[in-house]
């Protein structure tokens, strides 16, 4: 079938043009002309079996399914004619014999598909006396509800766990009416893009269990927003009643979310609501904390900083604050004499030369096209799961992906996995940039083994490669050398250079930020004060010890902050509540370099007030000169001017670092971030932390390394690092390699060790 | 002439053992195939002349499917045997497999020589493990002999043939939901097109037919398409195998020639048990129209002659049932197996078969309604035609056969709440 052949049709007496073997509703559905569905899905592959969509089709006797029909030259349907209707009526009315019509009863009232088409093709009385179907409803987790006596068996969303999560968590058991969705053996469903479930279910058979009966649809206003979770920047719908974030919808975006969010980014909003909402000023007095009204704090905060000049003062922001707010706190701190703002709080090597603009190195889109893809320090799936979503359609497609991490990722697609230590995974990389032909640094002395070679010839032989480097990577304590390693490699191979950027704003931040002392150096070296933007001491640092013992020995710390929590109200001076995610406007910069701007939509909690707003004000109280806007808006037109050259720029400098710095000897810690302990809203969504992916912290390390310290599954141990001590529980995990334990950062429990790595000790308790 | 074609050894001693089938010359035709490197076409050319359609129950040009296949595309190629034999009604392909399972091997290894396939696959009904035993140590003395593996008697052409035994479902008889269930998933119907020959077997171009079809082929090819189709008349090549069964006196398996009078058959079976009359005939499995009795005994037994009268030649089975029985309480128990036996997926079938169901087992138990009737008949045309696979049409057909034939029997028990036999 040559691809750019077209043909014409007609459909209810409308000439149309489509591309030969089209299926016939996809060229309806482009030409606006509505033919009922229920399990067609443009994005999953076609099943034909609700026969709601039959149509008459000129010359053939039966009605054929508009989504199994591909079009053909000439062909002359009708989708309303008698046979047609007769067909589409017949369907709904079996359809609706075993449906319970609880409408009233169901969250999916008034959004849902039975319900609008039946409206059209339905009977107002059945002629079905017998008696309905019921089915057991199942516990398949935190995040879906299930109503399965409404299940009109689609099968939407079976072929979505099959084709898009890459999980086939739910299945159809039984035979004809018996025919359930459900997990066969009792388990949750527990893939990171499961709530997609909810919006495939054209019924009330899979709901959102957070927002179950919380409230009816048409009581819902939906506005736009963009996600603030990971650098994706997936495009939401936030419906909204009474001023409260009832739940989130994905933004069809083709081009960055397609049609799907991840669950932290539909479930985070849970946490607006969380008890720990800081909602008026707080100051400490006499080691007690006082709430105050604004202008007091304001003007307790002015007097602080005002006292304080140059050096004295640095600036914490978290990477997913807002370019407009990143931008103001900069020129705060540049009043003051300051060029201490950083929000690479998770890095601890800044040698070499940081690129000007790191980014993707390609669109987003553009990823499910390469035909190879080298991932250094990357649990992609997890941490930014569409991205994840994107490199498996290349890999489906047969696209060679390779990994080098510190311990084994669970994927849902065929890859090759190279693990090693943390000081391991530099051999691994030099290895690969050895087989390439690399020289310099750590190369000339790696050893090139089979996979490494495998992995070089593939980026070789690809005519589109992606090297990136993920959040493992970025915390590794020899960052810079992967960074130098991983370009040597694409230069090496033709391979595009890329950033799988942390946050919402990870990649806007770097634009404004990061020209003073960088993280490690504020904390090295205690400031006398800090500013702390969207933080929690205890879980968004490297090194949360060396952070809270920093904060501590400083004379004031400034805490612009939506949520109060101990590691804050221990260390901070001040708390200012600020506006949360949906309650104020701003703009994130996505992996691909793409600005994408949302407003508040709803009220902030109590006296919380936006970020930029606070910041602005403060600026005034300073007398400082670049503190006039009067909207988020204008200090984006300002933003914009001074970027207006800036494009998305991968280059280190030429230098590598040649130094190691990671350890060779002893047990070394491997501390990712779980994809559930990320920021402090998501580790405030309870339905998201009582999921399979909220893991708690523990020691996970492999049976040989725990034999050879006589411990084993559910032992206490003593963790001791750089001076700092946990007690954790044991876990044996064979993804794990010799020589390392994973020891997650970011959740309770492992807050007072050091750095995301380092050696660590272990001793039973 | 009886017995002529897969049934042609039962007089031996032990038909299904190698030696046995040799020595009526059994492997000679695809020992000459293979020596001689027959073009695939003459064969194909040869199966199209005898006019043998398919004996799954579809009916469909043997020879016809074939040549659907593009032999010289790369890449595997099946030839699969559809052993599930699960219409009800139906137990000829049992005694294939039973007394002459090496006539369907070297059917096998022939179709997979015409169409260019390596790899063959036969789908044995679950239930049936004394013929998939039978058919299991068929193939250990094929592949002893070398009929079955690499280089074919030197030929260069290889062949390997497994069997697989089904897990107990009507649906995996369909052949697509066969295939479904070879690869290991659930057996359910695939959306056609495309057919299997073009995406078949894990997605290979693939030929799949029935136990008797297969069977046929040696003897096809041995005596010639002419005389196959002449035993048989217009449009209804060669003999058939009849799964003949109910209120008889020698239910079994007969091999006749198409066309030989239904009474002829009713004879060879024994006749009318106790000679009661004959008062309706489901003529080819449990799918076809019922048709009655009087009726039945003036047809011919070949497609065109059942067609005509309003039903199906289907697989072949032919169940008959005396004055005894209820015609409500047969369609019960045919509507009770639809409606356990839809796999499901598709709406009319999953939602239709247990309202057929429920309604006919309503009247059966007096709590029937007018409106019932044609409620049945409505719904079984909003099953027919709409459904992915022909299960749906199975599942109406019966309805619509009785209530033509018998209506009056289901008035009766609507009006006096129970049944008018034996009244
Ligand atoms: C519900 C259903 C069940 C079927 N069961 C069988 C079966 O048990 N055996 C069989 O040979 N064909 C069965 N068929 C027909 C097959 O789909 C297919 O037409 C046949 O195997 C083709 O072989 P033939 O052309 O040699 O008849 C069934 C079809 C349907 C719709
Ligand atoms: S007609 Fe029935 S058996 Fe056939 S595919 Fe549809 S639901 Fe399954
Ligand atoms: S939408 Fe076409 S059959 Fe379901």
Redesign the interface.
């Known amino acids: 079938m040559s691809e750019e052949q077209t043909v014409t049709i007609e459909v209810d007496g409308r000439e149309l043009k489509a591309q030969a073997g089209a299926m016939l509703i996809d060229v309806t559905d482009a030409a606006g002309i509505n033919i009922p569905r229920f399990c067609y899905h443009k994005k999953l592959s076609?099943?034909?079996?609700?026969?709601?969509c039959?149509v008459e089709v000129a010359k053939v006797?039966?009605?054929l399914?508009a989504c199994?029909t591909p079009v053909a030259d000439g062909m002359k349907v009708y989708t309303r004619s008698p046979l047609a209707l007769a067909?589409q009526k017949?369907?709904m009315?079996?359809?609706l014999?075993?449906h319970p019509l609880d409408c009233p009863i169901c969250d999916q009232g008034g959004e849902c598909e039975l319900q609008d088409v039946a409206l059209g093709y339905g009977s107002d009385v059945s002629?079905?006396v017998?008696g309905k179907?019921v089915v057991k409803d199942k516990d398949i987790g935190p995040l879906v509800a299930t109503d399965l006596t409404r299940c009109?068996?689609c099968?939407r969303c079976v072929r979505f766990g099959a084709e898009i999560a890459g999980v086939r968590e739910l299945?159809?058991t039984?035979?004809?009416?018996?025919?359930t969705i459900g997990t066969y053996i009792e388990k949750s469903v527990d893939s990171e893009l499961s709530g997609n479930i909810i919006d495939v279910c054209p019924v009330g058979s899979l709901t959102s269990k957070p927002f179950r009966f919380q409230a009816r649809a048409w009581e819902l206003t939906q506005f736009d927003g963009i996600a603030p979770h990971d650098s994706v920047g997936s495009n939401i719908h936030l419906h909204v009643r009474r001023n409260e974030v009832m739940r989130v919808h994905p933004k069809e975006n083709e081009a960055v979310n397609e049609c799907w969010i991840s669950d932290r980014d539909r479930f985070s909003y849970v946490g607006l609501q969380s008890d720990e909402r800081l909602t008026a000023p707080m100051i400490k007095r006499k080691g007690g904390w006082t709430e105050v009204d604004w202008p007091e704090a304001l003007d307790e905060t002015a007097r602080v900083l005002k006292q304080l000049h140059g050096d004295q003062v640095g600036a914490l922001a978290s990477p997913a604050s807002t370019l407009e707010e990143l931008h103001l706190l900069q020129a705060l701190m540049a009043g003051l004499g300051s060029n201490h703002v950083e929000t690479r709080l998770r890095q601890n090597d800044f040698r070499g030369k940081a690129p000007s603009f790191p980014w993707l190195g390609r669109p987003i889109a553009e990823l499910e096209t390469v035909d190879a893809a080298l991932l250094i320090g990357s649990n992609v799936r997890k941490e930014q799961p569409l991205l994840g979503h994107r490199l498996r359609k290349a890999a489906l497609e047969g696209a060679q992906i390779s990994y080098i991490n510190p311990f084994e990722i669970d994927l849902n697609y065929a890859a090759d996995q190279m693990v090693d230590t943390p000081f391991g995974m530099l051999a691994d990389v030099a290895g690969v940039a050895k087989a390439l032909g690399a020289t310099g640094g750590l190369i000339d002395s790696a050893k090139v083994d089979e996979t490494h070679q495998a992995v070089a010839d593939q980026l070789k032989q690809a005519t589109k490669a992606s090297i990136l480097l993920g959040n493992i990577a970025a915390a590794h304590p020899d960052y810079a050398i992967l960074c130098g390693l991983a370009e040597k490699i694409a230069q090496a191979s033709g391979a595009t250079l890329g950033f799988l950027p942390q946050a919402a704003n990870s990649v806007g931040a770097q634009l404004l930020t990061g020209k003073g002392n960088n993280a490690a150096e504020m904390l090295a070296n205690p400031c006398k004060s800090y500013v702390l933007v969207g933080l929690e001491p205890a879980y968004d640092f490297w090194n949360p010890a060396q952070a809270s013992a920093a904060l501590k020995a400083a004379d004031s710390v400034i805490a612009l902050t939506s949520f109060r929590s101990p590691s804050l109200e221990q260390t901070a001076t001040v708390m200012l509540p600020m506006a949360a995610f949906t309650e104020t406007s701003g703009t994130f910069v996505n992996a691909e370099g793409i600005w994408q701007s949302f407003s508040g939509i709803v009220r902030p909690a109590g006296e919380a007030r936006p970020g930029w707003k606070i910041l602005r004000v403060l600026g005034n109280l300073l007398d400082l000169p670049g503190f006039e806007q009067e909207s988020s808006e204008e200090v984006l037109a300002e933003i914009r001017e001074n970027l207006a050259d800036k494009k998305p720029d991968n280059s280190l400098g030429d230098e590598l670092p040649a130094q190691q710095l990671s350890q060779t000897s002893g047990l070394q810690r491997i501390g990712d971030v779980p994809i559930y302990a990320v920021d402090p809203l998501v580790r405030r969504s309870m339905p998201l932390q009582q999921t399979h992916d909220a893991i708690a912290a523990a020691v996970y390390i492999n049976a040989n390394e725990a034999g050879k310290a006589g411990l084993s599954e559910g032992d206490r141990v003593s963790v001791k690092q750089d001076g700092h001590q946990a007690t954790l529980g044991i876990i044996i995990d064979s993804n794990i390699p010799d020589g390392a334990v994973r020891i997650p950062a970011g959740v309770a429990g492992s807050e007072t060790l050091a750095g995301q790595f380092g050696q660590v000790t272990l001793e039973k308790a | 002439m009886a017995n002529e074609v897969c049934l042609r050894n039962m007089d031996l001693d032990r038909p299904w053992l190698l030696e046995q089938y040799k020595s009526r010359g059994g492997y000679q035709m695809l020992t000459k195939i293979l020596t001689e490197k027959t073009p695939p076409d003459t064969i194909i050319e040869e199966v199209k002349k005898s006019g043998l359609r398919g004996r799954g129950g579809a009916g469909f040009p043997t020879g016809l499917k074939w040549s659907f296949i593009s032999r010289n595309a790369p890449g595997q190629k099946f030839v699969v045997c559809n052993s599930d034999e699960g219409e009800p009604g139906t137990f000829k392909d049992r005694d294939i497999l039973r007394y002459n399972p090496h006539q369907l091997i070297e059917g096998m290894i022939i179709a997979g020589y015409a169409i260019g396939a390596t790899l063959g696959y036969n789908y044995i009904r679950g239930e049936f493990w004394e013929p998939y035993e039978r058919f299991e140590h068929a193939l250990e003395e094929a592949r002893a002999a070398g009929y079955l593996g690499e280089n074919l008697l030197g030929s260069g052409f290889d062949f390997e043939l497994h069997s697989h035994l089904g897990g107990g479902?009507y649906?995996c008889g369909e052949e697509t939901a066969l295939l479904e269930s070879i690869e290991g998933k659930?057996g359910q119907p695939r959306?056609k097109p495309p057919f299997p020959a073009h995406f078949g077997l894990y997605g290979r171009p693939t030929i799949i037919n029935n136990t008797e079809s297969l069977a046929s082929i040696p003897v096809i090819l041995e005596k010639g398409g002419e005389w196959f189709k002449d035993l048989g008349v217009e449009n209804s090549g060669g003999s058939k195998l009849f799964s003949i069964s109910g209120n008889i006196n020698k239910p079994g398996v007969y091999e006749i020639p198409m066309g030989t009078p239904f009474a002829e058959l009713l004879e060879m079976a024994g006749g009318m048990k106790d000679g009661r009359p004959c008062k309706a005939v489901i003529p080819g499995g449990s799918s076809a129209p019922v048709i009655p009795g009087d009726m039945m005994l003036d047809l011919t037994m070949d497609y065109d002659a059942i067609a005509k009268a309003g039903s199906m030649l289907g697989s072949g089975a032919v169940i008959v049932m005396d004055d005894s029985n209820c015609m409500v309480k047969i369609l019960e128990r045919m509507s009770y197996f639809y409606?356990?036996?839809?796999?499901?997926?598709?709406?009319?079938?999953?939602?239709?078969?247990?309202?057929l169901y429920?309604?006919v087992h309503?009247i059966e138990n007096g709590q029937g309604r007018w409106e019932d009737l044609e409620?049945l008949e409505d719904v079984t045309?909003?099953i027919a035609?709409?459904?992915?696979c022909a299960l749906g049409d199975a599942a109406a057909m019966p309805v619509q056969g009785m209530l033509k034939h018998f209506r009056d029997e289901f008035e009766y028990h609507i009006e006096h709440k129970r049944c008018m036999v034996g009244a």
Do not use: D
């Open positions: 076609v099943a034909a079996n609700c026969r709601m039959l006797p039966k009605p399914p199994a067909a017949g369907t009315e079996f359809l014999i075993n002629r079905y017998e179907r009109i068996h099968t299945g159809a039984g035979r004809g009416e018996h025919m | 479902a649906i659930k959306y409606y356990e036996e839809s796999c499901g997926q598709c709406t009319p079938c999953r939602e239709g078969t247990g309202w429920r309604v309503r409620l045309k909003k035609g709409r459904t992915i």
